[in-house]
């Protein structure tokens, strides 16, 4: 699963709205063994004020979602995160996380994320693949 999730250029995040409807977005990431990372990049948004932040902050039960799709079914596969997301800003941390998403990502080493960033404490990683055939 680890390998699965390293090797995967993005994610789904879920996440929990004030009035509890979920909140489901595309996201770039980066892992170490006990957090994933992302980042607010430079890529055009109308605001800054982004709802997946405002939910982290009301809520910081996250789940994000990575899986693989093919017409050949014996070749799918996904990995789940369920952790405790949080904030962090100009900070060591902050520095590892970005760091790693730009050795994930070219687009990054031409323009590092100003952040925020925001590091989610893996709890649970569960997935599954429909052959255990570890070349998919």
């Known amino acids: 699963m680890r390998r699965r999730l390293g090797d995967a ?16 977005v595309p996201i770039a990431f980066a892992h170490d063994d006990e957090h994933l990372y992302f980042a607010v990049d430079e890529k055009p948004k109308r605001t800054r004020d982004l709802k997946r932040l405002r939910n982290i902050a009301g809520h910081p039960g996250v789940s994000v979602l990575v899986d693989h799709y093919e017409d050949d079914w014996t070749r799918l596969w996904w990995v789940r995160v369920d952790g405790v997301a949080r904030l962090i800003d100009h900070d060591a941390a902050a520095q590892h996380g970005i760091d790693l998403l730009v050795a994930k990502y070219p687009q990054y080493e031409r323009q590092r994320p100003r952040g925020p960033v925001v590091v989610i ?10 052959d255990d055939n570890p070349a998919c």
């Open 121 to 130: 404490e893996i709890e649970t990683m569960t997935g599954w693949a429909a």
């Open 9 to 24: 250029t993005v994610a789904r995040l879920a996440t929990v709205a004030a009035d509890g409807r979920p909140h489901i």
